[in-house]
């Protein structure tokens, strides 16, 4: 039976340091011998399935033990067994766009020449967005969020860079806040009411009503399947040097891209190695291209509700050119 220091080091997803390990194998044991099942032996421990006890253990631990490396379902994984440890991780991703079906998923799949065309703005590095959250995978998930409405007059589509389309807050005002499609009047008052040119002006004035339609989309939520086997390699972007996985850290030293940073090197956050990969390659896409064929498939930071507490959910950015890291489970 694999050791609790087996799984924890094994599992990329509790991005555990190591020397919380014995610490956890200490106050865990403990728990066991205070009433949970009997230990083996002090380097294997059974894995116990009573959940109330793990609940309690879990929240007893994280409280005493909090560490930028440390999540809050550390005990909830370890229950699953060692099995757990080594499957892929559920993530998500939201988009106003459907993605088209391929001839390996009728669901679609993650494209590079699409990277850019969502909500989202490439903020901390250029790749596909995911989310472990589907809270925050939601956020980019309906075209209100700063996009604007699908605009159609005779049934042809306005180009999207028209500066006289509507924008979704007035589209939803006009709808009573609904998503959907509006047409006839509404839309054609609605879309009248942005058109400064009096010639453009004058043109559009003169269609009928029934010509004009506006829409805006809930937007797609896909989840997906991000593979285990990328997570120790990711570059995590809030933490330095020395608290990078080994995989990580072996790379970025063979590569020459910390060379120079001295003896403050180990104390480079994953942000400042990222920028400076985008000083060296000229641009963040060449530099996400440059740390994918050095082996590194991405980045991964906490989320915005997760910052604060330094553990909780993470969002992920996976490089182009490693969508096979991603398969695409469902679309809500």
Known sequence: MPSYRDIILGNPQLGMPPGLVPRLQQALHGW?????????????????RDPTRAEIAASSFVQREAD?????????LLLKGPGAASQAINVFHGSPHRFAPTAKNVLGEFNAGKIGTGEGAQAVAYGHYVAESPRVAGSYQRSGNGAFPVLKIGGRKVPDDA????DAG??????????GTLSGSKAKELALSYVDNP???????????????????????YKADLAD???????????????QTAEV??????????????KNAGLTKGD???NRAVQMAGSPEAASAFLRDLGIPGVSYLDAGSRAAGAGSKNYVVFPGNEKLLKILERK
Do not use: H, T
């Not at 453009?200 to 339609?213: I, N, R, T, V």
């Not at 850290?249 to 001295?262: A, F, Q, Y």
């Open 249 to 262: 850290k072996k790379i970025l030293e063979r590569s020459g891209l910390v060379s120079g940073l001295g």
């Open 170 to 179: 007035d589209f939803l005002e006009a709808q009573g806040s609904q998503f």
């Open 32 to 48: 066991q011998r205070r009433g949970g099942a009997p230990a083996a032996d002090e380097g294997s421990l059974p894995l116990s």
């Open 199 to 221: 010639k453009l002006k004058a043109s559009l004035e003169a269609l009928s009503p029934e010509q004009f339609e506006l829409s805006l989309s809930r937007g797609n939520l």
């Open 68 to 76: 930028a490396g440390a999540r809050p379902n550390i005990l909830e």
């Open 229 to 243: 086997e990328s997570l120790p390699k990711m570059l995590q972007i809030e933490l330095p040097l020395e608290k």
């Open 272 to 274: 400042a190695i990222y």
């Open 163 to 166: 500066d006289w389309i509507p």
